[in-house]
Protein backbone atom coordinates (compact mmCIF):
# COMPACT_ATOMS: atom_id res chain seq x y z
CA UNK A 1 0.00 0.00 0.00
CA UNK A 2 1.50 3.14 -1.13
CA UNK A 3 1.54 6.58 1.19
CA UNK A 4 0.63 9.30 -0.30
CA UNK A 5 0.35 13.35 0.04
CA UNK A 6 -3.51 14.20 -0.18
CA UNK A 7 -5.00 17.56 -0.44
CA UNK A 8 -8.50 17.90 0.57
CA UNK A 9 -10.38 21.34 -0.06
CA UNK A 10 -11.70 22.64 2.49
CA UNK A 11 -15.54 22.55 1.90
CA UNK A 12 -15.78 18.96 0.78
CA UNK A 13 -13.22 16.59 1.82
CA UNK A 14 -13.10 15.01 -1.26
CA UNK A 15 -9.25 14.57 -2.37
CA UNK A 16 -7.83 16.85 -5.25
CA UNK A 17 -4.36 15.78 -5.83
CA UNK A 18 -2.50 12.82 -4.40
CA UNK A 19 1.70 12.11 -4.81
CA UNK A 20 4.18 10.01 -2.83
CA UNK A 21 5.59 11.27 0.32
CA UNK A 22 9.42 10.32 -0.93
CA UNK A 23 10.51 10.30 2.87
CA UNK A 24 8.05 7.58 3.59
CA UNK A 25 9.11 5.65 0.39
CA UNK A 26 13.01 5.65 0.82
CA UNK A 27 12.56 4.47 4.32
CA UNK A 28 10.05 1.50 3.52
CA UNK A 29 12.92 0.46 0.53
CA UNK A 30 15.42 1.05 2.69
CA UNK A 31 14.50 -1.45 5.03
CA UNK A 32 13.14 -3.47 1.76
CA UNK A 33 17.13 -3.31 0.82
CA UNK A 34 17.89 -4.76 4.53
CA UNK A 35 15.92 -6.95 4.48
CA UNK A 36 17.27 -8.58 0.65
CA UNK A 37 20.74 -9.02 3.50
CA UNK A 38 18.70 -11.41 5.63
CA UNK A 39 17.55 -13.27 2.70
CA UNK A 40 21.10 -13.96 1.45
CA UNK A 41 22.02 -15.25 4.58
CA UNK A 42 18.93 -17.97 4.46
CA UNK A 43 20.15 -18.86 1.21
CA UNK A 44 23.58 -19.41 1.02
CA UNK A 45 24.86 -19.54 4.64
CA UNK A 46 21.99 -21.62 6.53
CA UNK A 47 23.89 -24.70 5.93
CA UNK A 48 26.37 -22.96 8.56
CA UNK A 49 25.07 -24.22 11.90
CA UNK A 50 24.38 -21.21 13.78
CA UNK A 51 21.33 -21.65 16.91
CA UNK A 52 21.08 -18.05 17.21
CA UNK A 53 22.38 -15.48 15.20
CA UNK A 54 21.94 -12.76 18.18
CA UNK A 55 23.17 -15.49 21.15
CA UNK A 56 25.93 -12.93 22.51
CA UNK A 57 28.16 -16.01 23.38
CA UNK A 58 28.77 -17.52 19.84
CA UNK A 59 27.27 -15.63 17.25
CA UNK A 60 29.57 -14.25 14.32
CA UNK A 61 29.89 -10.70 15.28
CA UNK A 62 29.33 -9.66 11.61
CA UNK A 63 26.28 -11.73 11.63
CA UNK A 64 24.76 -10.52 14.77
CA UNK A 65 25.00 -6.82 13.27
CA UNK A 66 23.49 -7.50 10.06
CA UNK A 67 20.50 -9.22 11.86
CA UNK A 68 20.29 -6.65 14.25
CA UNK A 69 19.99 -4.13 11.42
CA UNK A 70 17.51 -6.48 9.66
CA UNK A 71 15.64 -6.20 12.72
CA UNK A 72 14.00 -2.56 11.51
CA UNK A 73 12.41 -4.38 8.46
CA UNK A 74 9.30 -5.72 10.37
CA UNK A 75 8.46 -3.11 12.63
CA UNK A 76 8.92 -0.32 10.63
CA UNK A 77 7.37 -1.80 7.42
CA UNK A 78 4.22 -2.77 9.22
CA UNK A 79 4.14 0.75 11.14
CA UNK A 80 4.14 2.36 7.54
CA UNK A 81 1.27 0.19 6.59
CA UNK A 82 -0.79 1.11 9.29
CA UNK A 83 -0.17 5.13 8.14
CA UNK A 84 -0.54 4.23 4.57
CA UNK A 85 -4.22 2.57 5.71
CA UNK A 86 -5.18 5.81 7.18
CA UNK A 87 -4.10 8.33 4.21
CA UNK A 88 -5.80 5.70 2.01
CA UNK A 89 -8.79 6.25 4.31
CA UNK A 90 -8.99 9.94 3.35
CA UNK A 91 -9.36 9.47 0.00
CA UNK A 92 -11.91 6.76 0.12
CA UNK A 93 -15.24 6.08 2.27
CA UNK A 94 -14.80 3.99 5.25
CA UNK A 95 -16.42 0.81 3.83
CA UNK A 96 -13.66 1.66 1.06
CA UNK A 97 -11.16 1.33 2.75
CA UNK A 98 -12.39 -1.24 5.03
CA UNK A 99 -12.86 -3.80 1.31
CA UNK A 100 -9.47 -2.76 0.41
CA UNK A 101 -7.79 -3.60 3.70
CA UNK A 102 -9.74 -7.04 3.67
CA UNK A 103 -8.84 -7.84 -0.54
CA UNK A 104 -5.06 -6.66 0.04
CA UNK A 105 -4.89 -9.15 3.29
CA UNK A 106 -6.26 -12.07 1.53
CA UNK A 107 -3.72 -11.59 -1.53
CA UNK A 108 -0.92 -11.66 0.91
CA UNK A 109 -2.39 -14.32 3.09
CA UNK A 110 -2.68 -16.13 -0.16
CA UNK A 111 0.94 -15.17 -1.82
CA UNK A 112 2.66 -16.40 1.65
CA UNK A 113 0.98 -19.96 1.52
CA UNK A 114 1.04 -20.40 -2.41
CA UNK A 115 3.89 -19.09 -3.35
CA UNK A 116 6.47 -18.54 -0.86
CA UNK A 117 6.06 -21.45 1.45
CA UNK A 118 6.46 -23.55 -1.88
CA UNK A 119 9.45 -21.21 -3.07
CA UNK A 120 11.35 -20.84 -0.32
CA UNK A 121 11.09 -24.45 1.16
CA UNK A 122 10.26 -26.72 -1.82
CA UNK A 123 7.51 -27.13 -4.13
CA UNK A 124 4.90 -29.69 -2.29
CA UNK A 125 6.09 -29.16 1.18
CA UNK A 126 4.03 -30.40 3.85
CA UNK A 127 4.98 -27.37 5.76
CA UNK A 128 3.38 -24.17 5.05
CA UNK A 129 5.59 -21.08 6.88
CA UNK A 130 2.91 -18.42 8.13
CA UNK A 131 6.08 -15.68 8.16
CA UNK A 132 5.69 -11.79 7.99
CA UNK A 133 3.63 -11.34 4.54
CA UNK A 134 0.71 -13.33 6.14
CA UNK A 135 1.41 -11.53 9.20
CA UNK A 136 1.14 -8.41 7.31
CA UNK A 137 -2.16 -9.60 5.57
CA UNK A 138 -3.71 -10.79 8.82
CA UNK A 139 -3.22 -7.37 10.87
CA UNK A 140 -4.37 -5.67 7.59
CA UNK A 141 -7.88 -7.44 8.29
CA UNK A 142 -8.03 -6.81 11.86
CA UNK A 143 -7.07 -3.15 11.02
CA UNK A 144 -10.23 -3.23 9.19
CA UNK A 145 -12.08 -4.04 11.52
CA UNK A 146 -10.99 -1.37 14.12
CA UNK A 147 -10.73 1.68 11.83
CA UNK A 148 -14.51 2.74 12.81
CA UNK A 149 -13.24 3.28 16.65
CA UNK A 150 -12.10 6.80 17.44
CA UNK A 151 -8.12 7.55 16.78
CA UNK A 152 -7.61 7.75 20.61
CA UNK A 153 -9.20 4.23 20.74
CA UNK A 154 -6.88 2.77 18.26
CA UNK A 155 -4.40 4.70 19.91
CA UNK A 156 -4.79 2.94 23.31
CA UNK A 157 -5.46 -0.29 22.07
CA UNK A 158 -1.92 -0.25 20.01
CA UNK A 159 0.02 1.05 23.49
CA UNK A 160 -1.71 -1.97 25.17
CA UNK A 161 -0.71 -4.26 22.86
CA UNK A 162 2.64 -3.24 22.82
CA UNK A 163 3.46 -2.50 26.17
CA UNK A 164 1.42 -5.33 27.49
CA UNK A 165 1.89 -8.65 25.61
CA UNK A 166 4.57 -9.92 27.29
CA UNK A 167 2.51 -10.32 30.41
CA UNK A 168 0.90 -13.10 28.11
CA UNK A 169 4.18 -14.94 27.92
CA UNK A 170 4.00 -17.53 30.74
CA UNK A 171 0.49 -18.60 28.66
CA UNK A 172 1.44 -21.85 27.41
CA UNK A 173 -0.77 -24.29 25.65
CA UNK A 174 -0.18 -27.63 24.48
CA UNK A 175 -0.79 -29.29 20.91
CA UNK A 176 -3.75 -31.18 22.55
CA UNK A 177 -5.79 -28.04 23.80
CA UNK A 178 -8.80 -26.41 22.27
CA UNK A 179 -7.19 -22.86 21.77
CA UNK A 180 -3.85 -24.08 20.82
CA UNK A 181 -4.17 -23.33 17.32
CA UNK A 182 -5.95 -19.46 17.79
CA UNK A 183 -2.77 -19.39 20.56
CA UNK A 184 -0.22 -20.50 17.87
CA UNK A 185 -1.36 -17.99 15.19
CA UNK A 186 -1.29 -15.06 18.10
CA UNK A 187 1.12 -15.15 20.47
CA UNK A 188 3.03 -18.41 20.47
CA UNK A 189 5.65 -19.49 18.12
CA UNK A 190 4.81 -23.12 17.18
CA UNK A 191 3.59 -25.38 14.95
CA UNK A 192 0.25 -26.07 14.25
CA UNK A 193 -1.33 -29.78 12.95
CA UNK A 194 -3.67 -29.82 9.55
CA UNK A 195 -5.48 -31.98 8.03
CA UNK A 196 -3.77 -34.21 4.92
CA UNK A 197 -0.40 -34.38 6.86
CA UNK A 198 0.24 -30.75 6.51
CA UNK A 199 1.49 -28.88 9.13
CA UNK A 200 1.90 -24.91 9.65
CA UNK A 201 4.47 -23.04 11.44
CA UNK A 202 3.12 -19.79 13.18
CA UNK A 203 6.57 -18.11 12.64
CA UNK A 204 5.30 -14.40 12.98
CA UNK A 205 2.68 -14.84 15.88
CA UNK A 206 0.07 -11.82 14.92
CA UNK A 207 -0.82 -10.26 17.89
CA UNK A 208 2.10 -7.88 19.15
CA UNK A 209 1.53 -6.75 15.57
CA UNK A 210 -1.57 -5.88 15.26
CA UNK A 211 -0.73 -3.21 17.94
CA UNK A 212 1.96 -2.03 15.48
CA UNK A 213 -0.28 -1.38 12.37
CA UNK A 214 -2.82 0.12 15.23
CA UNK A 215 -0.31 2.76 16.54
CA UNK A 216 1.05 3.06 12.60
CA UNK A 217 -2.90 4.23 11.52
CA UNK A 218 -3.29 6.51 15.00
CA UNK A 219 -0.45 8.71 13.36
CA UNK A 220 -1.55 9.19 10.36
CA UNK A 221 -2.58 12.75 10.65
CA UNK A 222 1.26 13.67 10.89
CA UNK A 223 0.98 12.41 7.32
CA UNK A 224 -1.79 14.56 6.02
CA UNK A 225 -0.84 18.13 3.72
CA UNK A 226 -1.86 20.61 6.13
CA UNK A 227 0.77 19.42 8.25
CA UNK A 228 3.91 21.35 8.38
CA UNK A 229 6.98 19.15 7.59
CA UNK A 230 8.99 20.60 10.25
CA UNK A 231 6.17 19.97 12.76
CA UNK A 232 6.09 16.46 11.85
CA UNK A 233 9.20 16.19 12.20
CA UNK A 234 9.50 17.64 15.62
CA UNK A 235 7.16 14.96 16.87
CA UNK A 236 8.83 12.07 15.08
CA UNK A 237 11.90 13.29 16.98
CA UNK A 238 10.02 13.11 19.91
CA UNK A 239 8.77 10.14 19.54
CA UNK A 240 11.65 8.56 18.45
CA UNK A 241 13.97 10.10 21.33
CA UNK A 242 11.04 8.81 24.10
CA UNK A 243 10.81 5.26 22.69
CA UNK A 244 14.66 4.74 23.08
CA UNK A 245 14.89 6.64 26.73
CA UNK A 246 12.15 3.97 27.86
CA UNK A 247 14.18 0.92 25.72
CA UNK A 248 17.40 2.24 27.51
CA UNK A 249 15.80 2.70 31.32
CA UNK A 250 13.63 -0.92 30.80
CA UNK A 251 16.84 -2.42 29.59
CA UNK A 252 19.27 -1.42 32.03
CA UNK A 253 16.20 -2.70 34.87
CA UNK A 254 16.37 -6.06 33.38
CA UNK A 255 12.80 -6.47 34.76
CA UNK A 256 10.19 -6.55 31.95
CA UNK A 257 9.63 -6.64 27.94
CA UNK A 258 12.76 -8.95 27.27
CA UNK A 259 14.83 -12.18 28.53
CA UNK A 260 17.51 -10.57 30.90
CA UNK A 261 21.24 -9.18 29.52
CA UNK A 262 24.40 -10.17 30.64
CA UNK A 263 27.90 -9.54 31.24
CA UNK A 264 30.21 -11.50 29.26
CA UNK A 265 33.77 -11.51 31.45
CA UNK A 266 36.54 -10.43 29.16
CA UNK A 267 34.55 -9.30 26.14
CA UNK A 268 33.00 -5.45 26.36
CA UNK A 269 31.76 -6.58 22.69
CA UNK A 270 29.57 -9.34 23.76
CA UNK A 271 28.62 -7.92 26.52
CA UNK A 272 26.78 -5.19 24.21
CA UNK A 273 25.63 -8.30 22.03
CA UNK A 274 24.08 -9.13 24.81
CA UNK A 275 22.24 -5.84 25.91
CA UNK A 276 21.11 -5.48 22.18
CA UNK A 277 19.90 -8.88 21.40
CA UNK A 278 16.11 -8.62 21.76
CA UNK A 279 13.25 -10.98 20.74
CA UNK A 280 11.65 -11.07 17.36
CA UNK A 281 9.08 -13.83 17.40
CA UNK A 282 6.68 -12.48 18.86
CA UNK A 283 8.49 -9.18 19.06
CA UNK A 284 8.86 -8.31 22.32
CA UNK A 285 8.50 -4.70 24.22
CA UNK A 286 11.99 -3.99 23.97
CA UNK A 287 12.49 -4.92 20.56
CA UNK A 288 9.38 -2.62 19.07
CA UNK A 289 10.87 -0.01 21.69
CA UNK A 290 13.98 0.07 19.59
CA UNK A 291 13.48 -0.69 16.37
CA UNK A 292 10.61 2.34 15.47
CA UNK A 293 12.55 4.79 17.99
CA UNK A 294 15.06 4.02 15.56
CA UNK A 295 12.59 4.13 12.41
CA UNK A 296 11.54 7.60 13.48
CA UNK A 297 14.64 9.05 13.48
CA UNK A 298 15.64 7.27 10.48
CA UNK A 299 12.18 9.20 8.64
CA UNK A 300 13.36 12.48 9.61
CA UNK A 301 16.69 11.94 8.53
CA UNK A 302 15.37 10.89 4.89
CA UNK A 303 12.98 13.73 4.90
CA UNK A 304 15.96 16.54 5.46
CA UNK A 305 17.89 14.60 2.72
CA UNK A 306 15.50 13.54 0.11
CA UNK A 307 16.93 15.36 -2.70
CA UNK A 308 20.14 12.67 -1.99
CA UNK A 309 20.55 10.46 -4.72
CA UNK A 310 21.37 7.71 -2.72
CA UNK A 311 17.39 8.69 -0.96
CA UNK A 312 15.93 9.15 -4.56
CA UNK A 313 17.03 5.47 -5.16
CA UNK A 314 15.75 4.12 -1.97
CA UNK A 315 12.11 5.61 -2.47
CA UNK A 316 12.13 3.72 -5.69
CA UNK A 317 11.64 0.05 -3.56
CA UNK A 318 9.73 1.05 -1.36
CA UNK A 319 7.65 2.82 -3.89
CA UNK A 320 6.95 -1.36 -5.08
CA UNK A 321 8.07 -3.23 -2.04
CA UNK A 322 5.38 -6.19 -2.76
CA UNK A 323 7.10 -6.58 -6.35
CA UNK A 324 10.99 -6.17 -4.84
CA UNK A 325 9.77 -8.66 -2.16
CA UNK A 326 8.81 -11.40 -4.48
CA UNK A 327 11.51 -10.61 -7.19
CA UNK A 328 14.64 -10.87 -4.95
CA UNK A 329 13.17 -14.09 -3.06
CA UNK A 330 12.41 -15.78 -6.66
CA UNK A 331 16.02 -14.35 -7.88
CA UNK A 332 17.88 -16.12 -5.27
CA UNK A 333 15.98 -19.08 -5.45
CA UNK A 334 16.81 -19.89 -9.03
CA UNK A 335 20.20 -18.65 -8.70
CA UNK A 336 20.74 -20.88 -5.29
CA UNK A 337 19.28 -23.88 -7.90
CA UNK A 338 21.08 -23.14 -10.45
CA UNK A 339 24.23 -22.78 -8.37
CA UNK A 340 23.49 -25.89 -6.57
CA UNK A 341 23.11 -27.76 -10.04
CA UNK A 342 26.54 -26.70 -11.24
CA UNK A 343 28.48 -27.47 -8.11
CA UNK A 344 26.65 -28.86 -5.12
CA UNK A 345 26.28 -31.77 -4.03
CA UNK A 346 23.72 -34.14 -5.40
CA UNK A 347 23.28 -35.77 -1.35
CA UNK A 348 21.50 -32.40 -0.47
CA UNK A 349 20.23 -28.81 -1.68
CA UNK A 350 21.56 -27.09 2.07
CA UNK A 351 24.61 -25.62 0.84
CA UNK A 352 25.98 -22.15 0.26
CA UNK A 353 29.47 -20.11 0.58
CA UNK A 354 31.94 -20.85 3.59
CA UNK A 355 32.52 -17.51 4.95
CA UNK A 356 29.78 -14.73 5.37
CA UNK A 357 31.98 -12.28 3.48
CA UNK A 358 30.76 -14.09 0.43
CA UNK A 359 27.18 -13.06 1.33
CA UNK A 360 27.91 -9.27 1.65
CA UNK A 361 29.79 -9.62 -1.60
CA UNK A 362 26.11 -11.13 -2.78
CA UNK A 363 24.46 -8.75 -1.26
CA UNK A 364 26.08 -5.90 -3.01
CA UNK A 365 26.51 -7.12 -6.39
CA UNK A 366 22.77 -7.44 -6.41
CA UNK A 367 21.39 -4.16 -5.88
CA UNK A 368 21.49 -2.52 -9.18
CA UNK A 369 20.29 -5.93 -10.89
CA UNK A 370 17.33 -5.74 -8.33
CA UNK A 371 16.70 -2.16 -8.56
CA UNK A 372 16.04 -1.90 -12.72
CA UNK A 373 13.02 -4.39 -13.07
CA UNK A 374 11.71 -2.51 -10.09
CA UNK A 375 12.28 1.21 -10.71
CA UNK A 376 10.49 0.03 -14.24
CA UNK A 377 7.80 -1.85 -12.41
CA UNK A 378 7.12 1.27 -10.06
CA UNK A 379 6.92 3.74 -13.02
CA UNK A 380 4.29 0.96 -14.67
CA UNK A 381 2.64 0.97 -11.94
CA UNK A 382 2.22 4.64 -11.41
CA UNK A 383 1.44 5.67 -15.28
CA UNK A 384 -1.37 2.50 -15.33
CA UNK A 385 -3.62 3.43 -12.04
CA UNK A 386 -6.53 2.01 -13.89
CA UNK A 387 -5.45 -1.70 -13.77
CA UNK A 388 -6.67 -2.56 -10.40
CA UNK A 389 -4.86 -5.37 -9.48
CA UNK A 390 -1.73 -3.53 -9.84
CA UNK A 391 -2.63 -1.73 -6.45
CA UNK A 392 -2.17 -5.07 -4.33
CA UNK A 393 1.90 -5.22 -5.35
Keep these: MGVHRVTLPASTGAPLTSERIGSVDA ?19 LHVPVADPIDARTALPALYLARLAVSLCAPVFVALTGVAAFLFSTRHTRAATRAYLVKRGLVLMALEILYLSE ?64 WAMLHHRDTIALPFGLVAKTTYPVLA ?35 LIAFGL ?18 ALRTAMSFFALTKYPPSLLFLLLTLGIGALLLVALERARAA ?23 LRALYHAAHAI ?14 AWVLLWYVGLIVPLYLPTAWFSCFKASRREIAWLKYL
Design 27 to 45: LRGLVMVLMLLDHLRETWF
Design 119 to 182: LYWGVASPTLWLQVIWCIGVCMIVLATLIGLPRSALLAIGLLIAYGHNLLDPIQLQPDQPLFPV
Design 209 to 243: WIGVIALGYAIGPWFLPGVEVRTRERRLVGLGCMM
Design 250 to 267: LRLANSYGEKPWFVVDGS
Design 309 to 331: PAVTALAVFGGAPMFFYLLNLTV
Design 343 to 356: WGSTQSLLSGVANY
